[in-house]
């Protein structure tokens, strides 16, 4: 039964900040019905439009950047220049509208531009107010800057990925921001749901450096009980044999796990090896991985004669867990993706038709939507201010002459 | 913040953060386990902290019954219902809300409950591959990688959380309670930042970049991310903007104090540069001279020579490193609370601070003053 309105429909957001953590938290709400603005100014727009491609047709420009879109989808666009007093008597004016402020400067700006949370309940009582950046908003470091690249290597991630004797590896972008504005999507609604109850607001300050660590919370305690430090392995797994990434014919790989006997005789028999599982050396896991050099020959020998995709049909028909390794390309040919509308294309302006990811999950009743690309900058100043704000066509007018949209 | 929110999860491994957030949060979550399952790990412990435990055989009638008295008065169930098993019908969305409309059910699996591959086995590397994620860590030419600790765990989980939430937002004006499926392998496609937007908008397939940044020049240079240092690695990056400025004048100042060769970073005027538009050979010459001065450093004195410039880059910690920052010690974040021995043990805590305070564990991972009951033994 869907029950025609999307799950957080009412709800107002105000987002003051840019690049991935404070937006993607905006849009995993927008994408259920939240109506969310994000602010930028013409002097400084959303990091994200002009620092990282891709552009359309590979040309750098303000509209053009794909990046800034795909975490901006379903969103109102305006600019607001904060250090204009026309400008922040505009920020005020969202400010009183919003149930909900989402912001990601370093600690300590969003105060001196007159819209910390203090300030802002004055008129505001029950606004719920996310501050998330690097470190938190207190402690030595707090005032560090900083980009989740790199807080990614900080909190472990990089180190743990790679080979025991190498480099460590790079998560693709900022990893650890998507993590805390899931996270911080999380604690946002728990403060909404309390709202509900209370009437009362919140004030939530999200240190993205500690909820990359609850990703990593069984190593940490790991290391706090026993003083073991958990170290890059490859792909290897304690608990599993053969556990691996195995090369296919062309450029395809797929990954596969063993995590009892009866899955190792299934894999066996399924890439003709039966005598393999026969072999009592194997039977157990502790076996498995003294062998690893025997069984993974035999593996590697039956992957590269055939196609990623087809090899891993193949081992899921004979129950054993096995995916190719889908490229980024494959995302969006996947036939499991394709059929769970993980993509929604909306069309830009400038980019012209791009695709928007969807929520990671369905909800029966009220499901998700992507309802808009991501806004051109300042493309909903009038939508925002006069519809939203009920300004008269001379106040609004007047407040753009001042220079408050700049 | 939700204090009141009765939370029951059935979670295996795939789910076990989903619950562990919600607790954190202020929610009562009692977690079910089967009797004689191991609960000894680190994982176990450090993910189902702070959740009353019950152990309950559901294969067996009582076991059922039980689930289906807490689930009629409970907010939110979470389950991670294996294809082909009981627990297909078990947590079977249409079951439930017969036993309570209000209530909210949390499926979290690897593909999702629906489409063709519902009913694929994975575990998380085959989730990582699936979602994309291997297809970018790892050398260029080398093995497609994950990361050594298990991350689409972690990825659904939270996703599942979120999705709790939604849903109970949702409650508050239908009154009804509602299904939330999560798909593991679309939780993981959050981690992969804006990768898809190469393929979409200018169809190239960004791939493995081992060590180095790719994508963030029109040239196509690569910039070093990973610079040996006399005890570990340190993650430093030549940047634009105004923050990536100040950070590269900062260098080079440092540079300079040491009295160490410049270069053609010496010359370099960093209101100008722009690594969007920079070339290979630029982004080369520029970086034999910064690898030799990261080279004579520490990640300590990186770390902490850095935060006093205002620059950016960070160490590659290890789980060492990460228990004794003092920024995570100032702000509270690790909780002692009693292990299964009754010794202390030291916790992540709630990954959020609420109007000041961070909400504090209320429990131990197994319960110790016997609330815990034992069903199948009852």
Known sequence: MNAGFLALDGLKIVEFGGYAAGPHVGKMLANFGATVVHVESMSRPDGFRMQYPPYKDDTPGINSGGCFTYFNDSKYGVTIDVKNPEGRKLARQLTDWCDIVIENMRPGVIDRIGLGFEELRKSNSDLIMLSTCNMGQTGPRADTPGFGSQLSALAGFCGLTGAKDGPPMLLYGPYIDYVASTLGAAAVLAALERRERTGKGAYLDVSQYECGLLFLAGPLLEYHTSGKIADRVENDDPDAAPHGAYACQGEGWIALSCWSEDEFARLCGAIGRAELARDPALATLAGRKSASVRINDALSAWARAREAHQAARMLQAAGVPCHAVNSIADLFSDPQLVARRQWSRRRHPVIGDQAYCSPAFELSETPGDVTASGPVLGADNERVFRDFLRMSKDEFDAARAKGAMD | MLQGCVVLDCSRRLGWIAGRLLADLGADVTKLEAPGSDVSSADWRALNINKKLIRADLSEPVGTRMLDDIASSADILIATPSAGTSDVR????????????????????????????????????????????MALAGEPEGTPLRVSAPQSYAWAGSQGAVGALTALAARWRTGRGQLVDVSAQAAVITALSHAPTFVDILGITPT????????????????????????GFINFILYGGAAGRRTNEQLVAWMREKGLELGPLGAMDWARFSPTRATQAEVDAMEIPIGRFIGSLTKREFLEGAHKREMLGYPVSNTADISTDPQLEARGFWQDLPGPDGRAERHCGCFVIVDGERPPLVRPSEQAEGVTRHVSEA
């Open chain 2, 208 to 231: 493995r970049a081992g060590a180095y940044m790719t994508g963030r020049s029109v040239t196509g240079a690569k910039y070093r991310v990973f610079w040996p240092c006399r005890d």
């Open chain 2, 90 to 133: 078990l947590f079977d969305y249409d079951r439930l809300r017969t036993i309570n409309p209000r209530l909210i059910v949390v499926a979290i699996t690897p593909f999702g409950l629906t489409g063709p591959k519902a009913q694929w086995r994975a575990s998380d590397i085959e989730i990582m591959a699936a979602g994309g994620a």
